[in-house]
């Protein structure tokens, strides 16, 4: 079955501060997004759609993106407006039963074996994503700082990308969707009334979103490279 993929490329990087915006950040010799890129072209898809911000220097001039497959949009404020300006490019090209991968430019770590899991419940009518239990033991804090609970992890996942849904149910369940609550395609997608299912990924698919994490993804890729 034939496929597409988005990748939000958009975002500044808050939370880890610098210069250059994590996405292009060195990683092994390599661009972070490169990285990434990289593993998802692996998968075969039609076309793969980066999203970047409005002028970004660094996309222009970033080597290794030259895949004939890989296409430009633009992107937006949220990470949602910049999901919908990928998939606004794929307009006219996807049909609306084409499977269509979501996936950030700054999971770097994700590998060909859980795309093709993910892939493979494609078959899914609510769209699927990858998720690990979550392990860590749930504290809910007051704005003192004080613990009022430890909440139970049992049915707790944690979210991943990519995530999978066909092109038509995505469109329409992110054109009805808004709201900071709506911070992955997933929530768009129950918000719409869908039952997204989990596919189980693997705990070194990490986001980088602190500084700490760009070490973290090294170490995880020359392990998966020694593996
Ligand atoms: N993203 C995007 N458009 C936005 C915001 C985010 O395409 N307006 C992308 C980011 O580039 C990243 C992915 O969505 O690949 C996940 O977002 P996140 O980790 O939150 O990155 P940033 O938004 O850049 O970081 P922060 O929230 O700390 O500012
Ligand atoms: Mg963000």
Same mark, same amino acid.
């Given at each position: 079955m034939r496929h597409w993929i988005v990748v939000p490329a958009a975002g500044s990087g808050r939370r880890f501060g610098g210069g250059v915006p994590k996405q292009y950040l060195e990683?092994?010799?390599?661009?972070?997004?490169?990285?990434?890129?990289?593993?998802?072209?692996?998968?075969?898809?039609?076309?793969?759609?980066?999203?970047?911000?409005?002028?970004?220097?660094y996309w222009q001039r970033l080597a290794g993106r030259d895949?004939?497959?890989?296409?430009?949009?633009?992107?937006?404020a949220e990470r949602i407006d910049s999901v919908r300006a990928g998939l606004a490019l794929l307009a006219g090209r996807a049909a609306p039963e084409d499977p269509v991968l979501v996936h950030d430019?700054?999971?770097?770590?994700?590998?060909?074996d859980d795309i093709r899991a993910l892939l493979a419940a494609a078959d899914h009518p609510g769209?699927?994503?990858?998720?690990?239990?979550?392990?860590?033991?749930?504290?809910?804090?007051?704005?003192?700082?004080?613990?009022?609970a430890t909440e139970s992890r049992a049915g707790l996942w944690a979210a991943q990308t990519p995530q999978l849904c066909r092109y038509g149910a995505?469109? &329409?369940? +992110? $054109?009805? #969707?808004?709201?900071?609550?709506?911070?992955? @395609?997933? !929530?768009?997608?129950?918000?719409?009334?869908?039952?997204?299912?989990?596919?189980?990924?693997?705990?070194?698919?990490?986001?980088?979103?602190?500084? &700490?994490? +760009? $070490?973290? #993804?090294?170490?995880?890729?020359?392990?998966? @490279?020694? !593996?």
């Open positions: 990683l092994g010799g390599r661009p972070v997004i490169i990285h990434a890129l990289e593993r998802l072209l692996c998968s075969n898809p039609v076309a793969l759609v980066v999203v970047v911000a409005p002028g970004d220097e895949d004939p497959r890989i296409l430009t949009a633009v992107g937006g430019a700054v999971r770097p770590c994700v590998t060909p769209g699927a994503v990858l998720a690990v239990p979550v392990a860590d033991t749930l504290k809910r804090v007051d704005t003192t700082g004080r613990v009022t995505l469109v &329409a369940a +992110l $054109a009805g #969707a808004g709201g900071a609550a709506i911070t992955d @395609e997933a !929530a768009a997608l129950e918000a719409a009334g869908h039952h997204p299912r989990v596919v189980p990924g693997r705990r070194d698919n990490i986001k980088i979103t602190w500084p &700490a994490d +760009l $070490a973290l #993804a090294a170490a995880i890729l020359a392990a998966q @490279e020694r !593996a």
